[in-house]
């Protein structure tokens, strides 16, 4: 048995490292067109931030663990080829804004096809759409090589920032599919290191619509309970509260009930809106409307924050120097896609004034891209003025004390851990007065804070 996985991003890279770990006696090939993101898997840098990724990694590259841009010759010599590629919503034509872009699953699919031969089993990796099996079978099925298939659905539950531990320990493993042979094949990679009874099996289309409702079901619970938070903070009533008091209900679970500026990553919104698109494909319009909700709840949560710091800061933050604590879309992670911390400094931005933004693992680059991407239209297209408040009103920094120095406001947007354990004296003396501290993540200690003398704002909270 021989394993290549076609995409090195945020998915391919750890399952596959931690598949190679795992199942010494399995050789793995993780292939992509990026060379720069090759090259880093294969240095002391990789080009994602995981917690223990970088032992899980050392272990078995170069023993039966490989990265490269051989994409033909990996596909070639596999049995079984993973895609893992990225899968993001349409920006162009029909279905933009709200399906998935496909473009990139067809290609691989169209290069196995060509590459191809003997028999092998493609597993989908990468979350998409369900019935897309279908096409990735047609296409198969055109390979002039006298080459033939088996689709496997395997979609991938781990969740940045818990990686390895999400693949060491996985609540589940979910394989959909046809061919007996061909699920027991990738059943028995997983049984190498988990129970089989964790190892669930489904038809094709069950497999790839679980992913899309698992999302939609998380970010769903982080809607419902921001959207509370907006009541909590008119009525006096405490969101941690509230959620710690639903929560030890049994049948709702205390998991994914923390309110915050909203989620963010590359996966929930853009897995709604697909769901939302094959609903409205079907003619399901108040299904697609009930779950296009949750989008617009997260939209409403960063948007309410935002205009909560200019309000609270006399209704103007022109030219005033506010501290951005943390840009990552969550902490333990450099990953800044659709971060809810991008929207909040554009809208600031927008309302001149001058951010100071440190995040422990996200480079300067990273965070401009994003800023700017947030700021320009579906073409590309940014206006003179956005792209001069970016050049001019953004300092990135390397530390929190820094970032808040003559601070009027300090603004979490992510809640690393070591924004806990700050010298919060120092920073309060360094700072404008009076001075205003909005936790976007319920992080710190309020009361701490509140006796060392800042004005505080949290999600979901009365002052
Ligand atoms: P990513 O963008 O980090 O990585 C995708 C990689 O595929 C890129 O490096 C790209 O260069 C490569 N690629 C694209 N087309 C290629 C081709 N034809 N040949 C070779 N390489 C190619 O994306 P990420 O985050 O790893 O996501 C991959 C899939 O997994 C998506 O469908 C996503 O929805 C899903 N997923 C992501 C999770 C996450 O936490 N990021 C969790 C679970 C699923």
Redo the contacts with the bound molecule.
């Keep these: 048995m021989k394993i290549c996985c ?8 750890p399952t596959m490292a931690m598949i190679a770990k795992q199942c010494p006696d399995i050789p793995v090939h993780v ?4 060379q720069a ?1 090759i090259d880093a898997w294969n240095s002391d840098n990789l080009p ?1 931030y995981e917690p223990g990724l970088d032992e899980v990694v050392k272990e078995a590259r170069g023993r039966n663990l490989t990265f490269s841009t051989n ?1 033909d010759e990996a596909i070639a010599e596999a049995d079984m080829i993973f895609i ?5 919503t349409k920006t162009f034509g029909i279905g933009a804004g709200r399906a ?1 872009n496909l473009e ?1 699953i067809e ?2 699919a169209r ?1 196995i096809a060509k590459v191809s031969k003997g028999h092998k089993i493609v597993v989908e ?4 759409p369900v019935r897309t099996a279908e096409a990735v079978k047609r296409i198969l099925s055109s390979s002039g090589n006298g080459a033939t298939f088996d689709v496997l659905s395997n ?6 920032g818990t ?1 390895v531990e999400d693949l060491l320990d996985p609540d589940r493993v979910l394989i959909g599919g046809e061919s007996p042979e061909s699920i027991k094949a990738l059943c028995d990679v997983y049984a190498h290191w988990i129970d089989r009874d964790r190892i669930l099996t489904t038809n094709l289309w069950s497999s790839e619509l679980s ?1 899309l409702t698992a999302n939609a079901f998380l970010a769903q619970r982080v809607s419902s309970i921001n959207a509370i938070s907006a009541l909590c903070e008119a009525t006096g009533a405490d969101v941690d509260e509230v959620a710690r008091a639903i929560g030890t209900d049994s049948r709702i679970g205390p998991k994914f009930l923390k309110a915050s500026i909203g989620f963010g ?3 929930f919104q ?2 709604i809106l697909n769901l939302v698109y094959l609903c409205e494909h079907f003619g399901l319009r108040e299904v697609a409307a009930y779950w296009e909700q949750v989008v617009i709840m997260n939209d409403h949560q960063k948007q309410r924050f935002s205009e909560r710091i200019v309000k609270t800061l006399f209704n103007t933050v022109s030219d005033k120097k506010i501290a951005v604590w943390g840009f990552a879309f969550k902490k333990d992670t450099n ?1 800044t ?1 659709e971060s809810a911390a991008i929207y909040v400094c554009r809208d600031l931005l927008r309302e001149r004034a001058r951010l100071t933004i440190y995040d422990p693992q996200v480079p300067e680059k990273s965070i401009r891209a994003e800023l700017t991407a947030a700021c320009s239209d579906m073409q590309g297209q940014i206006s003179e003025n956005d792209k001069r408040l970016i050049e001019q009103n953004v300092t990135v920094v390397s530390d929190c004390y820094e970032a808040s120095k003559d601070a009027h406001a300090i603004a979490v947007l992510t809640e690393w851990d070591e924004f806990k354990e700050l010298d919060f004296d120092r920073i309060f003396q360094a700072m404008q007065q009076p001075a205003f501290v909005f936790d976007g993540r319920n992080l710190l200690d309020h009361q701490k804070l509140s006796k060392v003398g800042f004005e505080l704002h949290a999600i979901g909270k009365c002052r």
Excluded at 6 to 12: H, L, N, R, W
Excluded at 125 to 128: A, D, H, I
């Design positions: 076609i995409g090195a991003g945020y998915v391919g890279g292939v992509d067109l990026n993101r994602i994409v893992s590629v990225n899968t993001p998935a990139f290609k691989c290069q990796k990468s979350t998409l979609p991938e539950f781990l969740a940045e990686a992913k990553g590359s996966c853009k897995d990953d896609r």
